[in-house]
């Protein structure tokens, strides 16, 4: 399994989002700047994510793009199934009806099981604790959301 650059990208901007949480909106320009991804393709992350009501926007002169949760209250999950749609490594998993031996597939059991457990990580993840390790990472004082 590999998440497409769809999420990968999608993770990065909501991350730069939830690093700026409650300092007002964000130029897309300097969010493409500081992520490192073109504003057209920001532009394709953006109306999904905005639509599934994790970020928003304000227009004017001092409009951009905010969160419009608490970063606390977002996981990677939901940024994750936004973009990518289901995380299960095979098909059957998320239809059954879709193999004749779903029902006596040993191997299917264990796609479900390791399906599970990414969607499990993936929930228990959220956007304020990944704020936390990336402030680690950079020897950066704790961020407090």
């Known amino acids: 399994m590999k998440l497409s650059t769809r999420g990968r990208y999608g993770t990065r901007l909501v991350m730069d989002l939830s ?51 608490n970063p606390k209250q977002i996981s990677l999950k939901d940024v994750i199934y936004v973009l990518e749609g289901s995380m299960c490594i095979v098909d059957c998993v998320d239809n059954s009806d879709c193999c004749s031996r779903s029902e006596t597939c040993v191997s299917r059991d264990i796609w479900v099981d390791i399906s599970e457990k990414i969607t499990q990580t993936l929930e228990s993840t959220n956007f304020a604790d990944m704020v936390e390790k990336f402030k680690s990472k950079q020897n950066l004082p704790a961020y407090s959301i």
């Open 19 to 69: 690093v700026h949480y409650g300092r007002g909106p964000i130029l897309l320009k300097d969010i493409a700047k500081r992520t490192e991804i073109t504003e057209k393709y920001l532009w394709q992350l953006i109306a999904p994510l905005k639509n599934a009501g994790l970020i928003k926007s304000t227009r004017g002169a001092s409009g951009g793009y905010e969160l419009a949760k």
